[in-house]
């Protein structure tokens, strides 16, 4: 009965420490030296197992125990290397599905509700049909169909519409430029659209070469990201993973630059990001004349919940004012000169603050960068997060939107374990003269806009290009 049960207990131990070095492995993670001792060590330890279960009763006892002891690496290793595949596949190349809310609006002072409006007005755009066919499944009224919003909006106010059907985002910014009083305005329903993208194959990455991420801050107050939102931060990730550089540039939302695949008035980049999050990569790409390899589509809420994830974060401040942003997951903060501890609702306070300085968005976008390299730099150096290490990759994975494929993940984590020494992280930030123009978005009305100062767009190009 006790051979049968050493037995067991010996396949029992083989079998796992196989599963767990095939999972390890499958991740393309570990560097070479550090997986040919890791399989040392498990292979050592089966040998020396089988070989003191045929010698004494207290040499059998040892054998018994470095079996349970080797039971329980394979084990820890298995899970540990499979929430890390799990998270690697959901987590990148993982935009497959755009999400567009919806709402229909009714004025306050009409009483109407779903089942009385009598007709709509909708914006003309791609997937049209399949919004007022979702919509269609409600109502029973008649349409009309518009080109743009401002002339959707104002056939509303002026009751040629019983009601309107329009994307929330594009209704955020008819209030934000004050084209709808909001107070006199209510939703009456509310709906999300799926649409399926064509995405591409999460390619193999096999060589570690410098590359550049554009990152997307959406300004929607949603807990999911959506696709078609304004953009409010907007920079440039360069990075050099053989030297361990990183460049951080960031450019102004207001920046008044030509729209890839939109012809005649310019517009800010912030509207970019309404067209989608390619049509934001390609402005990008033809402001710098470079090559933006991957994106990184982020909402405001994710900025919360990472830095609460990691215990906070610290940052020094330049001045001591208190934030005035409070809203969509921020935190007023007292913000004093010098180091700070911030929450996550503080550091989006703080990341979002330009009122509190003459320079406005200009100095936003710094105090962006330096959330951007805090995250990084508490990701990278603090050995706690490896104590919530799974709870940290089941947060991470449902706040963003990426088209980075996880082979390229792998290499990064590889090549830092090959040198744990940290990135060396620079800023840099272009800027502009202060105007007031017609829009693509807004054609009938000037707009705050930056006009490009064309030496700062030519200097952060070069800079950029010496990285990747």
Same mark, same amino acid.
């Given at each position: 009965?006790?051979?049968?049960?050493?037995?067991?207990?010996?396949?029992?131990?083989? %079998?796992?420490?196989?599963?767990?070095?095939?999972?390890?492995?499958?991740?393309?993670?570990?560097?070479?030296?550090?997986?040919?001792?890791?399989?040392?060590?498990? %292979?050592?330890?089966?040998? %020396?197992?089988?070989?003191?279960?045929?010698?004494?009763?207290?040499?059998?006892?040892?054998?018994?125990?470095?079996?349970?002891?080797?039971?329980?690496?394979?084990?820890?290793?298995?899970?540990?290397?499979?929430?890390?595949?799990?998270?690697?596949? @959901?987590?990148?190349?993982?935009?497959?599905?755009?999400?567009?809310?919806?709402?229909?609006?009714?004025? &306050?002072?009409?009483?109407?509700?779903?089942?009385?409006? &009598?007709?709509?007005?909708?914006?003309?755009?791609?997937?049209?049909?399949?919004?007022?066919?979702?919509?269609?499944?409600?109502?029973?009224?008649?349409?009309?169909?518009?080109?743009?919003?401002?002339?959707?909006?104002?056939?509303?106010?002026?009751?040629?519409?019983?009601?309107?059907?329009?994307?929330?985002?594009?209704?955020?910014?008819?209030?934000?430029? &004050?084209?709808?009083?909001?107070?006199?305005?209510?939703?009456?329903?509310? #709906?999300?659209?799926?649409?399926?993208?064509?995405?591409?194959?999460?390619?193999?990455?096999?060589?570690?070469?410098?590359?550049?991420?554009?990152?997307?801050?959406?300004?929607?107050?949603?807990?999911?990201?959506?696709?078609?939102?304004?953009?409010?931060?907007?920079?440039?990730?360069?990075?050099?993973?053989?030297?361990?550089?990183?460049?951080?540039?960031?450019?102004?939302?207001?920046?008044?630059?030509?729209?890839?695949?939109?012809?005649?008035?310019?517009?800010?980049?912030?509207?970019?990001?309404?067209?989608?999050?390619?049509?934001?990569?390609?402005?990008?790409?033809?402001? #710098?004349?470079?090559?933006?390899?991957?994106?990184?589509?982020?909402?405001?809420?994710?900025?919360?919940?990472?830095?609460?994830?990691?215990?906070?974060?610290?940052?020094?401040?330049?001045?001591?004012?208190?934030?005035?942003?409070?809203?969509?997951?921020?935190?007023?903060?007292?913000?004093?000169?010098?180091?700070?501890? #911030?929450?996550?609702?503080?550091?989006?306070?703080?990341?979002?603050?330009? @009122?509190?300085?003459?320079?406005?968005?200009?100095?936003?976008?710094?105090?962006?960068?330096?959330?951007?390299?805090?995250?990084?730099?508490?990701?990278?150096?603090?050995?706690?997060?490896?104590? &919530?290490?799974?709870?940290?990759?089941?947060?991470?994975?449902?706040?963003?939107?990426?088209?980075?494929?996880?082979?390229?993940?792998?290499?990064?984590?590889?090549?830092?374990?090959?040198?744990?020494?940290?990135?060396? %992280?620079?800023?840099?930030?272009?800027?502009?003269?202060?105007?007031?123009?017609?829009?693509?978005?807004?054609?009938?009305?000037?707009?705050?806009?930056?006009?490009?100062?064309?030496?700062?767009?030519?200097?952060?190009?070069?800079?950029?290009?010496?990285?990747?």
């Amino acid at each position: 009965m006790k051979n049968i049960l050493k037995i067991v207990l010996s396949i029992l131990t083989i %079998i796992l420490s196989i599963v767990c070095i095939v999972t390890i492995k499958g991740l393309n993670m570990l560097p070479n030296k550090y997986f040919i001792i890791f399989i040392s060590v498990i %292979i050592i330890f089966n040998l %020396i197992s089988l070989l003191l279960y045929t010698k004494k009763k207290w040499l059998n006892i040892i054998g018994l125990v470095i079996s349970i002891i080797t039971i329980i690496i394979s084990l820890i290793g298995y899970y540990y290397g499979n929430e890390t595949i799990d998270y690697l596949r @959901h987590a990148f190349n993982n935009d497959s599905v755009e999400i567009s809310e919806y709402g229909v609006y009714v004025l &306050k002072d009409s009483n109407y509700d779903l089942s009385s409006i &009598k007709n709509f007005g909708y914006l003309n755009e791609e997937n049209s049909d399949e919004t007022l066919k979702e919509l269609k499944k409600r109502v029973n009224a008649s349409e009309n169909a518009y080109d743009d919003m401002y002339s959707l909006a104002h056939d509303f106010l002026d009751n040629k519409v019983n009601s309107m059907l329009l994307d929330k985002t594009y209704y955020n910014m008819l209030v934000d430029e &004050k084209e709808i009083d909001e107070s006199k305005v209510n939703i009456i329903y509310s #709906f999300n659209v799926e649409i399926k993208k064509n995405v591409k194959k999460d390619n193999l990455v096999d060589e570690l070469k410098p590359f550049n991420i554009f990152l997307s801050g959406s300004d929607a107050r949603s807990n999911y990201i959506a696709s078609k939102t304004r953009s409010d931060v907007n920079m440039i990730i360069s990075v050099d993973p053989k030297n361990k550089k990183v460049l951080l540039t960031s450019i102004p939302r207001d920046y008044y630059v030509s729209v890839y695949g939109k012809t005649g008035l310019k517009d800010k980049l912030t509207h970019a990001g309404i067209y989608g999050i390619d049509t934001s990569v390609k402005t990008v790409e033809n402001l #710098f004349d470079i090559k933006i390899d991957y994106y990184i589509k982020v909402g405001f809420s994710s900025v919360v919940e990472v830095v609460d994830l990691l215990g906070g974060i610290d940052i020094e401040s330049d001045k001591a004012f208190t934030t005035y942003c409070g809203d969509g997951g921020a935190i007023k903060t007292n913000v004093k000169k010098g180091m700070n501890h #911030f929450s996550g609702g503080e550091a989006l306070s703080y990341a979002r603050e330009r @009122h509190a300085y003459a320079l406005g968005d200009r100095h936003r976008i710094l105090n962006q960068q330096q959330v951007l390299e805090a995250v990084i730099s508490k990701i990278t150096t603090d050995k706690s997060i490896l104590l &919530k290490y799974d709870k940290t990759l089941s947060s991470l994975s449902k706040l963003y939107k990426t088209n980075i494929p996880s082979s390229l993940i792998s290499l990064m984590v590889k090549n830092q374990l090959e040198d744990m020494s940290a990135y060396k %992280i620079e800023r840099q930030s272009v800027s502009g003269s202060d105007a007031s123009m017609n829009t693509y978005t807004a054609p009938s009305k000037k707009r705050y806009v930056m006009i490009p100062y064309e030496k700062d767009v030519k200097r952060a190009s070069e800079n950029i290009k010496k990285y990747a």
